[in-house]
Structure formats: C-alpha cells, structure tokens
C-alpha cells in the first residue's frame, strides 16, 4: 500500500507515455497522491487534459510560469514528494540527469530534489544499447537512481529487443521497493551464483560453462522485491545486479564458508554451478611440461553446500531451495534430489545441448516441491526470476 506517498511523476516523450496514464491509476489505486510534471516531448504522447483528470492535481510543464513560482517554486516542487518516478525515461531524460543538465522544469527538478528518483527507460532498441546511453546508464545507476526495466520485447517502431518500458504494476512494485514497501522487505536472502574455479596450480584452474545469468536474474528479482540479498558469486560472465551485498569467491570451499558466514537467512537460493571435485592438493608452483611425462591429478569431493545448508540443526534458512540442471529423466531425478539434499524446492531444467539452456538467454523449468511438480513454459531467465521471486514472497510473507 502506497497511502499517505506522494509521488511526482515525471512523464516524458515518448510512445510509452500512454502507460503512465495507467501507472497513475494503479499507483492511486493504492493510496498514493501524485503531482505530474510533463515535459514538452510528453505533451505530444498525451494531453495535460487526462494527466490531471487521472491525478485530480495541476500539471505543471513549464520552467517559467511565473504563476506558479508564485505558489509553489522549483525547488519546494522538487521536495514535496516522498519519491520521484520517471516514466518514460527517454534517452534524452537519462543523459541530461547523467550530465547534470538543468534547461526545463523536469531536469531542473532532477537535479533540485532531495528525494530517491526511479526511472523507467523506455525507448528504440537500438537508443538503448548505444554506448553513450549504457554511459549514462551506469552513471546513473553510480549515482544512486534506481532503475526499473526496460523489458524486452516487440517495440512500437517494429523492432524487437531491450527497450520497451515495464509494465505499470512493476512499476509500482519497484516505487513499494524504492519506499520500503515491497513484500520482502526486512527479508534476508542468500544466493548462489555462477561457477566455481578449482586450481590445479597457480595458472590453472577447472571451471564449468556456466555464466551465472540465472543466479544473477534470481538476485535482481529478490532485490526488486525489497529483499535484503547476499550474492555470493563465483566468476561469474553476469555483472552482478545493483542493490546486492555482493561476495566473491572462487571455490566451491570458499563459498560454503562465504554463504556460512552470511547465515541466518530467511531463505536461500543456491543456483550456483559448484565443481563437485576439486584438485587434493593443487601444486604451489606452476607445474612443468616435463617431456615424456604427464601430469597425474588426484581429486577430492568438494562440499554439498546445498545439502550442507539444507540439513544444518541451527540456523537453517525457513526455505531452501536448490536447481538440478539433467540431460535426461529430468523430474525423476530431481524429486530424488530434493529428498537427498534436504532442501524444500528444486527448480529442474534439462540443459541437454538441444535445448540451448545452458548460456543461453530462455530457460524452461520444473518446480519441484513437497506437494508435487509443475511445470512452467519456457521463458527468459529474468521472468523465471521473477516468477520464483513471487512465489519466495509469498512463502515467507
Ligand atoms: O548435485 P547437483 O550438482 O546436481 O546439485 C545441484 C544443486 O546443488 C544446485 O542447486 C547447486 O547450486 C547445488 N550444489 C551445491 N554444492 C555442490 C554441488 C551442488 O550447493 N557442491
């Protein structure tokens, strides 16, 4: 519930400023006063006619009016609420915020205010992945804006790809984030990511393909959700995402100790790709190609952490939850696995080579529980998140 929140909404130019008509409502819906500023872009998307219908308060637009300097300056404009939202931010917007830009009402208030700002990107996919708007992105998010979508899909201008601004109820779920209002907020969360490096000497190691796109996903969702997570991560290809306590690691041994020391968790999601064997004892010294004679190694088994998390007597997370990536019989030996493990969910995919899973952009799972399998269609690894992190949210609220 967003009552008593003032929100000001900031509507810019472009197609997807048709939603923010509808973010009003639901952002309304849920208690929530908004003051809107449109931009000169914006008034050619929507009329300041159905703005102030929709949020039943002045539209303000304009740098200069001097009327309203009179009742209510910039700068007070830029403080009365408790967030600021912009929606769509177009890539004008997002570089005039980056550069500290202050040529019209809506970047004089961005660079004025005081309060948390969210953006929603919304804009060609191609705009998007520009250089200079993934410049401005990072320095926005360096700056401490926090930054919903876009989504990716088909766009207005034919295209298809990142760019399409989010929906208006993730938008409102990201400002009950931003206000300390999402679902697992207060929740502590540790994730697992990535894979493992296991040395063989100092210059060589034994790793795995996986990327950590999953893991990563999972950890975005959690954070978006209000979630307090700890990300551990092996090297991992995935950036981490913003608003994680990120801890790295390399082996399967430093990570057991890693998500140890991050214990009491409310729940913990292992979607690491841990090497079950490491090297007994990986040589201090690079090892020599000695002519005629090979290298012999000798393995050891790396910890469970899954199932050491899942069967600990102290501290252990309300709810476990475990990934079990098979090439065949993928629900039968998943359902073994989350009786062998302990842990209380598996989410199971088949990563034969066909599927194209592994490293991959989809991912087609099955969520294995007490009370039985189901089965989700295939989707990107970002909705697969999202979907668990619903389902997380509402086990532990
Ligand atoms: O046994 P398997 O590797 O198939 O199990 C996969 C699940 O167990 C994943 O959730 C993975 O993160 C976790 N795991 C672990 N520690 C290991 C091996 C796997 O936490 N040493």
Known sequence: ???????????GGGIAAYKSLDLIRRLRERGAAVTPVLTRAGSEFVTSLSVSALTGEKVYSDLFDLTDEAE??????????????????????????AHGHANDLASTLLMATDTPVLIAPAMNVRMWDHPATQRNLAQLLADGIRVQGPNSGDMACGEYGPGRMSEPLEIVAAVETALGQGPLTGKRILVTSGPTHEPIDPVRYIANRSS??????????????????????GPADAAPPAGVRVVRIETAQQMLQAVEEALPADAAIFAAAVADWRVASASLSKIKKDAGRLPVLEFAENPDILATISQRKTDRPTLVVGFAAETDDVITHATAKRVRKGCDWILANDVSPATGIMGGTENAVHLITADGVEEWPRMSKQSVADKLAARIAAVLC
């Open 212 to 233: 950590g796109a999953q893991g990563t996903a999972i950890a975005r969702a959690l954070a978006a959700l209000g979630a307090d997570v700890i990300f551990v991560t």
């Open 1 to 11: 519930m967003l009552a008593g929140k003032r929100i000001l909404l900031i509507i």
């Open 72 to 97: 209510m300056g910039h700068i007070q404009l830029s403080r009365v609420a408790d967030l600021v939202v912009v929606a769509p931010a177009t890539a004008d917007l997002m570089a005039k915020m």
